[in-house]
């Protein structure tokens, strides 16, 4: 290639290189996934430039497809590699079943959150229960206990906040 015309495809790599990296993105998704398929786009059109024909399409057209194909083609290489991986993984391994630990971990977990419970006010006690064990909505439980709604609001929000303390502690 002589000096004209690899300052023009330097020129040409530079005018269409964010519309590549745009278009790979959109497929692809990872930006550092992204950036290697839209570098490798560049260089193959470089190495390939001399094997271009006007008649053959346009040379934004071409690249696009080329872009387009490189960026589908390494999504569904990950993908085949993720399958591969998963299908190896479950043929090793599987998980015992032991339904006597999950029913004893299980009580456990319920008797944690009925201590986290007992901590409680009264009041703040059954608003958790009355909103999550006996599924009432917001008004409903504002209906029963005879609260304004925000009040019934603000504790709950307050007890799911300060759960995962009381958990912590208790295990």
């Known amino acids: ?95 015992p079943l032991d339904e006597a630990s999950e029913q004893v971990e299980r009580r456990l977990e319920r008797e944690q959150v009925r201590r986290c419970l007992e901590q409680l006010t009264e009041l703040k006690r059954e608003s958790v229960t009355l909103a999550y064990y006996r599924g009432y909505t917001y008004r409903e439980t504002v209906d029963l206990l005879g609260a304004a709604l925000g009040t019934v609001k603000t504790r709950l929000r307050d007890r799911l906040i300060r759960l995962p303390d009381c958990l912590a502690v208790a295990a």
């Not at 495809?9 to 839209?38: E, F, H, M």
């Not at 059109?45 to 071409?62: Q, T």
Request: hydrophobic share 45%.
């Open 1 to 95: 290639m002589e000096g004209t015309d690899v300052r023009a495809l330097g020129a040409l790599c530079g005018l269409v290189a964010g519309t590549v990296v745009g278009l790979v993105r959109r497929v692809v998704r990872g930006p550092a996934q992204s950036g290697q398929v839209a570098q490798e786009v560049l260089i193959d059109i470089w190495r390939s430039a001399a094997r271009f024909g006007a008649r053959r399409g346009s040379a934004l057209g071409r690249i696009m497809t080329l872009a387009q194909r490189r960026a589908v083609d390494r999504v569904r290489s990950a993908q085949a590699a993720a399958d591969r991986e998963r299908r190896a993984g479950l043929g090793k391994y599987t998980a």
